[in-house]
């Protein structure tokens, strides 16, 4: 694998609840048929398609990276204050890069779900990282992450201390992610993300985030639309953007969903008319 090309490393399949749609099978074949030598899996919140994932990528020849998107509580946020950043916290990507760091990932991910107060999203607290980093690789986790959340928030004090402290954790596996898909959020936040970079010396990895296999996918059954709003720009304009993360999405065929935006619903009623009673 001395010349590898790109490798996804933060993909959410069917596994991620109410987002994702990419069967298991379709991620293996699409990795296949772009002869890509390696293929993570992190989706949101757990880790249910990781035995699966394995089996299906060994059959394939596919090296499987496992990996998870958690939510991580830094404690440096008052969430009843005006100026919170973020509903809850914001979610990193942690990757197995051993067995042990496979442990600890399922460790800290049952704890996210056990530990966690009833009425909050799952999540890990900082402080639960300390003794699970170790063979754990850790991604910023791109324009929804913790770092640039604080930078789009003109908190850039804040985005540098959250960096120190993962950085002291994991070290030279902490990866500043950055991603392309033609979004204002993204533009926002990726000079002062590339200054974090160089100034501290963390490395850069260009991801895509896909949750479905084509475009045509983004369209969920109405359950789901309402959770999920439809694009408001054209997918194609994302995938013109001239950096490896958008070049991905042409590789593996997959998409990321376009920004959002509110779609009104029209409820059809049943006008038809009601029998008499005898």
């Known amino acids: 694998m001395s010349n590898a090309g790109f490798v996804h490393l933060h993909v959410h399949s069917a596994y991620s609840l109410l987002?994702?749609?990419?069967?298991?099978?379709k991620l293996a074949e699409l990795a296949k048929a772009d002869r890509q030598p390696a293929l993570a899996l992190t989706d949101t919140d757990?880790?249910?398609?990781?035995?699966?994932?394995s089996d299906k990528m060994a059959g394939y020849g596919i090296q499987p990276i496992i990996g998870c998107e958690l939510a991580v509580d830094f404690g440096d946020q008052d969430p009843n204050a005006r100026n919170a950043l973020a509903a809850g916290p914001a979610r990193i990507v942690l990757l197995a890069a051993r067995e042990r760091g496979y442990r600890s990932l399922m460790r800290l991910n049952s704890r996210a779900f056990l530990e966690t107060p009833v009425h909050q999203s799952p999540h890990i607290k900082?402080?639960?990282?300390?003794?699970?980093?170790?063979?754990?690789?850790?991604?910023?986790?791109?324009?929804?992450?913790p770092i640039s959340l604080a930078i789009n928030a003109d908190h850039a004090s804040l985005a540098a201390a959250r960096c120190d402290r993962l950085a002291s954790l994991f070290g030279d596996r902490l990866y500043i992610e950055l991603q392309r898909h033609g979004i204002e959020k993204e533009r926002r936040v990726e000079g002062a993300l590339i200054d974090l970079a160089y100034?501290?010396?963390f490395p850069v990895v260009a991801t895509n985030e896909p949750y479905f296999a084509t475009t045509d996918d983004y369209e969920a059954?109405?359950?789901c639309r309402k959770r999920w709003p439809p694009p408001s720009r054209s997918p194609s304009a994302a995938r013109s953007a001239p950096s490896p993360a958008s070049r991905s999405c042409r590789a593996l065929r997959l998409a990321r969903p376009p920004t959002p935006r509110t779609r009104q619903v029209t409820r059809r009623r049943n006008c038809a008319a009601r029998p008499s009673k005898a």
């Open 46 to 53: 757990n880790m249910f398609g990781a035995l699966e994932f």
């Open 19 to 25: 987002k994702g749609s990419i069967k298991i099978q």
């Open 126 to 145: 900082f402080e639960w990282l300390q003794g699970d980093a170790e063979d754990l690789i850790a991604l910023t986790g791109g324009p929804d992450g």
């Open 199 to 201: 100034t501290k010396g």
């Open 221 to 223: 059954p109405p359950t």
